[in-house]
C-alpha cells in the first residue's frame, strides 16, 4: 500500500491542454474518487497515474517514487478497465493469475492467491470458463479478481461499473465498496457517475476542463460546493440556480428579476454586486411567502415528490419531503432557510460565505 | 389467397435455388472439365465429340507429366516462392498493421497514402522499369527476383489487412497486459498475436494464392528450364502446332492440389479471421 503524490501534473495532446496544473495528494489506503463530465480528464489522470499516458509537465510519485519514467508494469499497480479487457484466448484463472505468473511467483503462491480471490467474489465455480461463457457481472467480477490476486499498491478503476445494468451496479458498487473496506488498498476510481461518488468515496476530487474544481469529502462537497460548477455537478436532482443582485437596506438580502428577495447568510457579499443563488430541490419549501411561480409537472416517487415550479425567470425543481396536494397550474409560493442558500459571484463562480 | 402465397412461396425459393445451382455449375464445371480431359486418353479427347465422362479412362497423362516433364520442378519452384512470399508478406504486413493501427507519428497518413498509391499503377505500365531494375540487380531469372517482386506487389494489401484485424482488438487488452507486468512487446506476443491468428491465417492464404496463380512476372523474368514455376511451365504445353491438353490438364489439377489443402488447413481460421477484422465487438 502506498500513497499516490501528483505535483503541478500537466498533459498536452497537440495544441489542447487536457490536464493543468493538477495538485493532489492520495493518502494511504484512502478510497478517491475522481469524477467530472465526459472530457474533463479524469480518465487521463488515472492513466497518467498507470503510466499509459506520458505527462507532459509535473511529478507523480507512488510512495515516495517518482514514477514519472517508470513502466506500468514497474509501478505495482492492477487496473480495472471499463471494457474489462479480459484476454479472450485465456480461461477465467489464467486471466487471474497472469500478472503473477509474469512475475514468477511459485506456482502453490499462484494457486492459492487465485483460490483466494475466486473465493472472495464468488468466481469458483467460474475458474475454467472462457470470458466470452460469462454474463456482464461475472465478467467484471474476472476483472476484479485479476486485480486483486496481485495485492498492487494501488487500484485503479477506469469506469468500471458503466456497462452494468442499473440493479447489478449498485450491487457491485457496494460489493466495491465491502472490498475496499476490508483490504484497505488505496483506490483511485474514475466514474461519471456522481451518485458513484458520493457513495464510494473517502473523498471526491471534481473536475471540469483539465482543472481540478473541488477536493472534499461527500458530504462536504454536498453541503459546501466551491463554486457553481460542483454545486450543479453534485447532487440529484441537481441545484436550482438563480441570478440576482445584493440590496441592503430596511430588508437586506438577494434581489431576484421578479423583484422578490432571498435573504441569505452570507456576510462576504456587498452591495450591488452581481450573484447567482443555488438552492438544493429539498431545501426549497413551498410555503405561503417568498419567490412566486407555477406548478408545471408534479412527478411522485414514493418517499418525496418532485414539483417543477415556472417562476418569472427560470424553472425550479422543489423535492417535497411530504405528500403534496398541489398540481399542474397552481399558484405557488417557494421559501428556504437562510443557511441553506449557496451563494456564489455571478461572474467568477465561486462560494461566497 | 393462402394457396396463391403457398405458390408463390414456392416459386421464389425455386428460383433462389435454380440461381444458386447456376453460379455453383458455373463456378465448378471449369474444374470439373479439368479434371475430365486430363483423364481422357489422348486417342478419345476428339473423337468422342463432347461427352461429359469419357468412355474409358486413363492416368497416363499424369505419369507423363511426372515422369516425362519438368513439371516436378516448376512445381517445387512455386511451392518456394509462394510460400516464402507468404511467409515475409505476413510478417512484414504483421508489423507495419500493428504499427499503423496502434501508433501515432509523424508522417502515418502519407504512409497509408503511398501503400495505397501502389496499388494504382496498371501493371503492365511498370513492368518495363521493373525489369530494368531487377536486371541491374541480379535478380532476373531466379526464384529471388520473384519473391521479391511478390512480396512487393502483395505488402500494401497485405498490410491494410492485418490493420484492420489489429484495429478489431481493443487497445485495453495491451493495456491490461502491460500493467500485469509485459513489456509492449510481451504483450503483443502473448495476447495480441493469439487473438491475430486468424487474420494471419488470411493474410497467409490470400498471400499465396496470388502468388502460386502469378503469370505475368514470371513470364517476364525467368528464362532457364529449371527455374520456371508451374504457371509458366502450363504453358509448354502449348506447342506451336498443336496444344497437349491432357498432360495440362493433369498438369493443372496438381497445381489445385496444394491450393485446396492449403484452404483446407486455413478454413477454421478463414471463417473468423474473414469477418473478425469487419466488425468490432
Redesign the interface.
Known amino acids: 500500500m502506498a500513497s499516490v503524490t501528483l505535483q503541478n501534473v500537466s498533459k498536452v495532446f497537440g495544441p489542447v491542454k487536457v490536464l493543468s496544473g493538477i495538485n493532489l495528494t492520495i493518502e494511504d489506503g484512502e478510497f478517491v474518487v475522481l469524477v467530472g463530465p465526459s472530457g474533463c480528464g479524469k480518465s487521463t489522470l488515472l492513466r497518467s497515474i498507470?503510466?499509459?499516458e506520458e505527462v507532459s509537465g509535473g511529478e507523480i510519485r507512488i510512495g515516495d517514487r517518482l514514477v514519472n519514467d517508470i513502466?506500468?508494469?514497474d509501478?505495482d499497480?492492477?487496473?480495472v478497465?471499463?471494457?474489462y479487457?479480459l484476454?479472450?484466448?485465456m480461461d477465467v484463472e489464467k486471466n487471474m493469475s497472469?500478472?503473477l505468473m509474469?512475475?514468477k511467483e511459485p506456482a502453490d503462491k499462484i494457486s492459492k492467491r487465485v483460490n483466494q480471490a475466486s473465493g472472495t467474489l464468488g468466481l469458483g465455480a467460474l475458474l475454467a470458463r472462457l470470458p466470452k461463457q460469462l454474463s456482464g457481472g461475472q465478467r467484471q467480477r474476472v476483472a476484479m479478481g485479476?486485480a486483486i490476486v496481485?495485492d498492487p499498491k494501488v487500484f485503479l478503476f477506469d469506469e468500471p461499473l458503466s456497462n452494468l445494468d442499473a440493479k447489478l451496479r449498485a450491487q457491485m458498487r457496494t460489493e466495491i465498496k465491502a472490498l475496499h473496506q476490508s483490504l484497505k488498498t488505496t483506490s483511485v476510481y474514475v466514474t461519471h457517475d456522481q451518485i458513484e461518488a458520493m457513495t464510494m468515496a473517502n473523498r471526491i476530487v471534481v473536475m471540469n476542463e483539465g482543472i481540478v474544481r473541488q477536493v472534499g469529502a461527500p458530504l462536504e462537497l454536498y453541503d459546501r460546493p466551491a463554486n457553481v460548477f460542483v454545486a450543479g455537478f453534485i447532487g440529484s436532482p441537481t441545484m436550482n440556480f438563480v441570478d440576482g443582485v445584493v440590496v441592503s437596506g430596511k430588508k437586506s438580502g438577494v434581489r431576484l428579476k421578479d423583484g422578490s428577495m432571498v435573504e441569505v447568510n452570507a456576510r462576504g457579499v456587498r452591495e450591488g454586486q452581481a450573484i447567482t443563488l443555488g438552492m438544493r430541490p429539498e431545501h426549497l419549501l413551498m410555503s405561503g411567502t417568498g419567490i412566486s411561480g407555477e406548478v408545471l409537472v408534479v412527478e411522485p416517487l414514493g418517499m418525496t415528490t418532485q414539483v417543477s415550479v415556472k417562476t418569472a425567470d427560470s424553472l425550479l425543481t422543489v423535492m417535497a419531503m411530504e405528500r403534496t396536494s398541489v398540481s399542474p397550474s397552481d399558484k405557488v409560493q417557494l421559501s428556504i432557510a437562510p443557511p441553506n442558500v449557496h451563494v456564489f459571484d455571478k461572474s467568477t463562480g465561486n462560494r461566497v460565505d | 389467397m393462402v394457396g396463391q402465397s403457398r405458390l408463390q412461396r414456392i416459386l421464389s425459393s425455386t428460383g433462389l435455388y435454380v440461381a444458386v445451382f447456376l453460379y455453383v455449375a458455373f463456378a465448378v464445371f471449369p474444374i470439373y472439365w479439368t479434371v475430365k480431359i486430363s483423364v481422357t486418353p489422348e486417342n478419345l479427347l476428339y473423337s468422342e465429340g463432347i461427352k461429359l465422362w469419357p468412355t474409358r479412362m486413363t492416368l497416363q497423362n499424369y505419369v507423363t507429366v511426372l515422369k516425362a516433364s519438368d513439371f516436378p520442378r516448376y512445381f517445387l519452384n512455386s511451392l518456394i516462392v509462394s510460400i516464402a512470399t507468404a511467409l515475409i508478406v505476413t510478417a512484414v504486413a504483421s508489423l507495419a498493421g500493428y504499427a499503423l493501427s496502434r501508433f501515432h507519428f509523424r508522417g502515418k497518413n502519407w504512409v497509408s497514402l503511398v501503400l495505397l498509391l501502389t496499388q494504382t499503377f496498371p501493371l503492365v505500365m511498370v513492368i518495363p522499369p521493373i525489369f530494368r531494375i531487377m536486371a541491374t540487380m541480379g535478380l532476373t531469372d531466379n526464384l529471388y527476383g520473384l519473391i521479391v517482386i511478390y512480396t512487393a506487389f502483395n505488402i500494401a494489401f497485405a498490410t491494410f489487412l492485418m490493420q484492420s484485424f489489429f484495429d478489431g482488438i481493443?487497445k485495453?487488452?495491451e493495456?491490461?497486459?502491460?500493467?500485469?507486468?509485459?513489456?509492449r512487446a510481451?504483450a503483443l506476443r502473448r495476447?495480441v498475436l493469439?487473438?491475430t491468428l486468424p487474420g494471419m491465417g488470411a493474410t497467409v492464404a490470400f498471400v499465396f494464392t496470388a502468388a502460386w496463380s502469378e503469370l505475368l512476372f514470371a513470364l517476364m523474368l525467368i528464362n532457364s528450364e529449371d527455374q520456371k514455376t508451374f504457371s509458366v511451365g502450363l504453358l509448354t504445353f502449348i506447342g506451336k502446332f498443336a496444344v497437349d491438353w491432357g498432360q495440362m490438364m493433369a498438369a493443372s489439377v496438381m497445381a489445385l492440389i496444394p491450393v485446396c489443402l492449403f484452404f483446407a488447413f486455413l478454413q477454421r481460421y478463414l471463417v473468423t479471421g474473414l469477418t473478425a477484422g469487419a466488425v468490432k465487438g
Open positions: 498507470a503510466g499509459l513502466a506500468p508494469r509501478r499497480i492492477a487496473m478497465f471499463q471494457s479487457a484476454y479472450p484466448h497472469f500478472g509474469l512475475r485479476r496481485r | 481493443p485495453e487488452l493495456e491490461a497486459a502491460m500493467i500485469d507486468g509485459c513489456t510481451a495476447i493469439p487473438l
